[in-house]
């Protein structure tokens, strides 16, 4: 059952790069899961491995890692990955831009101003849970053969 949820979790995430790869922009996406490994002096260390195996309630990293393959730089850029149904967004991931946030994948801000309309038609403040897409927009071009990478940080639910 947990590799059938992370296998439905990234090919959500693999829909995204296509679309960008029509031009010289290529995207990929990739999920990282936080391991804690006990240290004989008691300690706990934490990295990032690939995500291959991970259960409901394992942290994971989704990246988004971005290149211009053209000749020429790329301005006005914004890159949008959905975030799959079996994991709950959380944040930026540490050292990433914070992203703008979407409930409905069409309109974007920060989540303290996105709002959700409940079943009977009232509505409420949005909360991580209900995020449904990230986007970024890079302030700067992207030169020809340049690339880097955002993440955030989310839950496998």
Not at 19 to 36: D, I, Q, S
Not at 76 to 104: T, W, Y
Not at 131 to 142: G, I, M, Q
Request: positive net charge; charged residues 15%.
């Amino acid at each position: 059952m947990t590799l059938r949820i992370l296998a439905a979790a990234i090919p959500a995430l693999v829909l995204a790069a296509p679309l960008a790869a029509a031009g010289p922009l290529t995207m990929t996406t990739r999920m990282m899961v936080e391991k804690r490994v006990a240290a004989r002096d008691g300690s706990t260390a934490t990295t990032m491995i690939p995500a291959t195996r991970a259960v409901p309630g394992d942290r994971i990293t989704v990246v988004l890692a971005y290149r211009n393959g053209g000749t020429a730089p790329i301005g006005n850029l914004v890159l949008a990955n959905p975030v799959p149904r079996n994991v709950a967004f959380r944040g930026a991931a540490a050292g990433s831009a914070a992203p703008e946030v979407s409930v409905d994948g069409k309109t974007y801000g920060s989540l303290d101003g996105l709002r959700v309309t409940t079943p009977d038609g009232a509505t409420r403040p949005a909360t991580a849970n209900d995020v449904t897409h990230v986007r970024w927009r890079l302030s700067s071009p992207v030169a020809a053969g340049q690339g880097g990478e955002l993440a955030f940080q989310a839950v496998l639910k």
